[in-house]
């Protein structure tokens, strides 16, 4: 008997926060999660580290143009390709301007109010959430 192996990708998601304390979303335009928001990133290309990874994924996302920080966190999440192991990075942003773009097909900085409005209409990709809470990383203001 074989046992198939699930594949593990590595990916990574960036926790950005404007000087109003919103948090940055995406609406992700593909599956894992169409139509649901999230936080932008996505999977590290061979070769890449992940401050690089984050950076590229952030302005194809985004268009903004951030310095990756501290790790926050991790999780994993499964998709139909694999594994997806995820790490989540506080990010600065340096310049750019905020619009929707490869993955996604919309882009906001997101108040509390409207991100408790988006939990409660169950838009936020699984377990974002109670992740996010976890983390002490929900939107501030």
């Known amino acids: 008997m074989t046992v198939d192996r699930i594949q593990m990708i590595r990916c990574v998601g960036g926790i950005v926060h404007d000087a109003a304390g919103r948090l940055l979303l995406v609406r992700r335009a593909h599956d894992p999660g169409k139509g649901r928001w999230s936080l932008p990133g996505g999977r590290v290309e061979p070769g890449e580290t992940d401050s690089d990874a984050l950076a590229r994924e952030m302005r194809e996302e985004t268009g903004l143009a951030v ?4 790790l926050v ?3 994993e999440r499964l ?3 694999g594994a997806l192991q995820i790490f989540d990075y506080a990010c600065t942003v340096v310049g750019g301007r905020l619009r929707a773009g490869d993955d996604a097909d919309d882009a906001a900085w997101v108040d509390t109010a409207h991100f408790y409005t988006l939990e ?6 699984e377990s974002l959430a109670e992740t996010l809470r976890s983390w002490d990383s929900l939107p501030r203001g």
């Open 120 to 125: 409660r209409q169950g838009a936020l990709t």
């Open 79 to 81: 998709s139909l390709t």
């Open 67 to 70: 310095t990756p920080g501290r």
């Open 73 to 75: 966190g991790s999780v």
